[in-house]
């Protein structure tokens, strides 16, 4: 697909080299990435803690983001894992038992909508609650995993387990080795399927919608740049600017609640 002529007898009349950054409701901004996504037949989003915060979930980053609280270093590392399983253990239960509290919100349920209208649609998040699968999604790569499943640190097995609380620490039900969060932790490796499947669809979307991410975190922090480069219209929804916000063709600044519903 060609996605210059696709693009170039719209008269779309943007500057793709200057991003628009519209405050919550700004009629143009809401209007054009609306036509956009009607109109494109790729459509690939990402999302990060900011869409879940609207469910009550903390984001890592910001005021009241878990980081204030929580050194990464001594909680999701595979270094502060294998010194104190059960520290880590305590606070991935506490997680999980605030996470089992909360439901998706319109922002999640707006993109299983928009997943069911575009022909070519992939969903990428960082986040680890399960709210999008929670909420319906289906061509999904949870990127960073999914506090939900654990992982045997022995024989590999991943399984899922919903407990809470959950028996601390945890073993494999097949060899009873001792299981951790299925998370990537500082200093990991994503899983090779998921990257490929979510770089392709970056570099191959119309519209690339993120939604909620401060865009720090490699490599999500490098799919607004990668998208711009393929030829993407990308957007960005967030409550204040990010290292994104200046990439982006058009910023919305708001909730991720209120914009993403009237997107579609
Ligand atoms: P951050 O906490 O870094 O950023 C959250 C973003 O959401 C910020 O840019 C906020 O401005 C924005 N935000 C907050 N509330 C919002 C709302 N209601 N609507 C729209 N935007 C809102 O979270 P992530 O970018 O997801 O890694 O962080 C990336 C990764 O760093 C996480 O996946 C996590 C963390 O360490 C792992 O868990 C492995």
């Not at 502060?80 to 999640?108: C, G, M, Q, T």
């Not at 939900?148 to 620490?169: E, F």
């Amino acid at each position: 697909m060609d996605r210059a002529s696709d693009y170039g007898s719209e008269g779309w009349g943007f500057n793709s080299l200057r991003a628009r950054h519209h405050h919550m409701g700004h009629p143009v901004a809401v209007q054009e990435l609306k036509a956009r996504l009607a109109g494109a037949r790729a459509v690939a989003a990402l999302t990060g803690a900011g869409i879940s915060a609207d469910s009550g979930v903390p984001t890592f980053r910001g005021a009241d983001g878990l980081w204030q609280t929580h050194r990464a270093e001594d909680l999701a590392t595979p270094e502060a894992f294998a010194r104190d399983p059960r520290l880590v253990w305590e606070w991935y239960n506490w997680r999980r038992e605030l996470i089992a509290a909360k439901s998706p919100n319109a922002a999640h349920y707006a993109l299983v909508d928009l997943e069911r209208r575009v022909e070519r649609f992939w969903l990428i998040t960082q986040n680890v609650d399960g709210l999008h699968p929670a909420a319906g999604s289906q061509k999904l790569s949870e990127i960073h995993g999914n506090i939900w499943k654990v992982r045997c640190t022995q024989c590999g097995q991943v399984g899922t387990n919903s407990a809470v609380p959950i028996l601390i620490p945890p073993r494999c039900p097949t060899c009873n080795g001792l299981l951790r969060p299925h998370i990537v932790w500082f200093g990991e490796s994503l899983d090779p399927v998921d990257l490929e499947r979510s770089f392709s669809a970056v570099r191959s979307c119309e519209v690339l919608l993120i939604v909620g991410t401060s865009g720090i975190v490699y490599p999500a922090a490098s799919f607004a740049s990668l998208a711009k480069e393929a030829g993407a219209f990308v957007a960005e929804v967030n409550l204040d600017p990010t290292p994104n916000t200046q990439i982006v063709d058009v910023a919305i600044r708001g909730r991720a609640k209120d914009i993403v519903p009237v997107l579609l």
